[in-house]
């Protein structure tokens, strides 16, 4: 993750973000997978890059207001800092002319298409009876990366969520680890309804978000 990690604090015109997206397009049969779908509002800007299972946040900087529905050329980058990133991990993608629900178009990223994730994860974690172990020096992340094994590698989280109410429409488990920037959305039926954190350890990672944090990661 250390060089998506990097990518933190870019504008959208810079070359290092557009040398990335482009390593990834490589990896891809779609056409024009650099062509984000932008969508625009006062307080941030979103760039989906939907076949590169990629969604890219962006924070207006000084009195920047970016008007809504602006095309990319409208933008003024220099103005824009990418604040995160959410990588998709959606084996079966939808097709966006199914219907206009969030789910939908959650469900209309193709996965993140470069593994494994490679996490760099140093420090100590507390086992179960609370004594500090050293934490492996990285994690790769795949396609099939369990809530297991996150929390093995990881240490249990600093912010979690999600799983309640009934299996239908409730809201995936979530976990965040605050000090190492990343925050895991885990999907399928394992992932919902009243037992989901009985059920959670054996739920594949859906999203992954990284952000800026203190610590290192």
């Not at 997206?21 to 939907?50: F, I, M, T, W």
């Not at 970016?66 to 980058?77: H, I, Q, R, V």
Request: glycine share 10%; aromatic share 10%.
């Amino acid at each position: 993750m250390s060089q998506l990690k990097n990518l933190i604090g870019l504008n959208p015109s810079s070359p290092e973000l557009s040398q990335y997206l482009y390593s990834l397009a490589k990896h891809v049969s779609y056409p024009n997978a650099v062509v984000p779908e932008v969508k625009s509002y006062r307080d941030a800007v979103y760039l989906n890059y939907y076949s590169l299972g990629l969604s890219l946040l962006f924070t207006p900087q000084g009195d920047y207001k970016p008007k809504p529905g602006l095309k990319f050329s409208a933008l003024d980058t220099e103005q824009l800092v990418l604040d995160s990133m959410d990588i998709y991990n959606i084996p079966n993608p939808v097709s966006r002319t199914q219907g206009t629900s969030t789910r939908i178009a959650e469900l209309a990223f193709s996965s993140f298409p470069q593994f494994p994730l490679v996490f760099d994860v140093s420090g100590e974690i507390k086992d179960k009876d609370g004594k500090l172990m050293p934490r492996p020096a990285q994690l790769k992340a795949g396609e099939k990366t369990s809530g297991k094994e996150f929390v093995e590698h990881l240490g249990e989280p600093d912010r979690k969520g999600g799983g309640a109410g009934p299996s239908s429409g409730s809201i995936g488990i979530w976990c965040e680890w605050t000090k190492d920037g990343l925050m895991i959305e885990f999907g399928g039926d394992e992932a919902k309804g009243p037992q989901a954190w009985e059920r959670g350890k054996d739920a594949v990672w859906k999203v992954i978000t990284i952000f800026s944090s203190s610590g290192s990661c």
